[in-house]
């Protein structure tokens, strides 16, 4: 069975940071790309950020590129996203996914497993 669990969201101010975590069980880790989502009320799952399977490549939303990293540890079976200049506009649900797609995609329709969430409030 597999399992994907987010931790490390919580309310922070305008320009702080956070890193979330997303430990995977279940699946062989390395051979899965991984990907960040996030939902804010009222609105679509939207793309943050992806990993490929070795970590080699990444991609970025638009909205979200030089203030957010992600990375992953294969041997810890772990992705991360380091948040930095945190923005109001960044507060949502953040989901981390995965896909067995060898690119690191944007595309929400191609990640085959889903956590149930961290939320992550940014107040002014």
């Known amino acids: 069975q597999v399992q994907l669990v987010e931790s490390g969201g919580r309310l922070v101010q305008t320009g702080g940071s956070l890193r979330l975590s997303c430990a995977a069980s279940g699946l062989t880790f390395s051979s899965y790309t991984m990907g960040w989502f996030r939902q804010a009320p009222g609105k679509e799952r939207d793309f943050v950020a992806a990993?490929?399977?070795?970590?080699?490549?990444?991609t970025y939303a638009d909205s979200v590129r030089g203030r957010f990293i992600i990375s992953r540890d294969n041997a810890k079976n772990t992705v991360y996203l380091q948040m930095n200049s945190l923005k109001p506009e960044d507060t949502a649900v953040y989901y981390c996914?995965?896909?067995?797609?060898?690119?690191?995609?944007?595309?929400?329709?191609?990640?085959?497993?889903w956590g149930r969430g961290t939320q992550v409030t940014v107040s002014s």
């Open positions: 996914a995965a896909t067995l797609t060898r690119i690191a995609t944007a595309h929400r329709a191609q990640y085959d497993y």
């Open positions: 990993i490929s399977r070795s970590g080699g490549s990444t």
